[in-house]
């Protein structure tokens, strides 16, 4: 299942399955994802799955929608990409892997960091 890694202001990071058919991201507690920043639109952006694409859309906000540092109306998304909407940072992942806290963070902090992260080793020394 695609889903987003973002960074909180708090320098967290979180998590998000993008489990619907449309996904709204804004500043409007109404979106499916409420970011609180004065740079993001109340309604911001549409994220659309349509079988294995996933489409990122700009709904006319003033600050835009930002993949792989070009402001784009609408793209389609591929594993990896960054987005930057209102100045909030996110990552596009398509896999179906789950990151720990420090491994998200280096993910979205890092540019240019691959995907694929070292194997975690389970040995015990």
């Given at each position: 299942?695609?889903?987003?890694?973002?960074?909180?202001?708090?320098n967290?990071?979180?998590?998000?399955?993008?489990?619907?058919?449309?996904?709204?991201?804004?500043?409007?507690l109404?979106?499916d994802?409420v970011i609180?920043?004065?740079?993001v639109?109340?309604?911001?952006?549409?994220?659309?799955?349509d079988?294995?694409?996933?489409?990122?859309?700009?709904?006319g906000?003033?600050?835009?929608?930002?993949?792989?540092?070009?402001?784009?109306?609408?793209?389609?998304?591929?594993?990896g990409?960054?987005?930057?909407?209102?100045?909030?940072?996110m990552?596009?992942?398509?896999?179906?892997?789950?990151?720990?806290?420090?491994?998200?963070?280096?993910?979205?902090t890092?540019?240019g960091?691959?995907?694929?992260?070292?194997?975690?080793s389970?040995?015990?020394?």
């Amino acid at each position: 299942m695609p889903k987003l890694l973002l960074l909180t202001s708090a320098n967290a990071t979180k998590q998000i399955s993008l489990r619907k058919p449309e996904t709204r991201v804004g500043r409007a507690l109404t979106n499916d994802i409420v970011i609180r920043h004065d740079r993001v639109s109340r309604f911001h952006a549409l994220l659309t799955i349509d079988g294995p694409f996933v489409t990122i859309k700009d709904l006319g906000s003033s600050n835009g929608v930002f993949v792989n540092d070009l402001r784009v109306d609408t793209q389609h998304l591929v594993d990896g990409d960054n987005i930057s909407i209102g100045g909030c940072r996110m990552r596009f992942l398509a896999g179906e892997q789950d990151y720990t806290e420090i491994e998200a963070l280096r993910l979205l902090t890092i540019p240019g960091l691959p995907i694929a992260l070292p194997a975690r080793s389970t040995s015990t020394a």
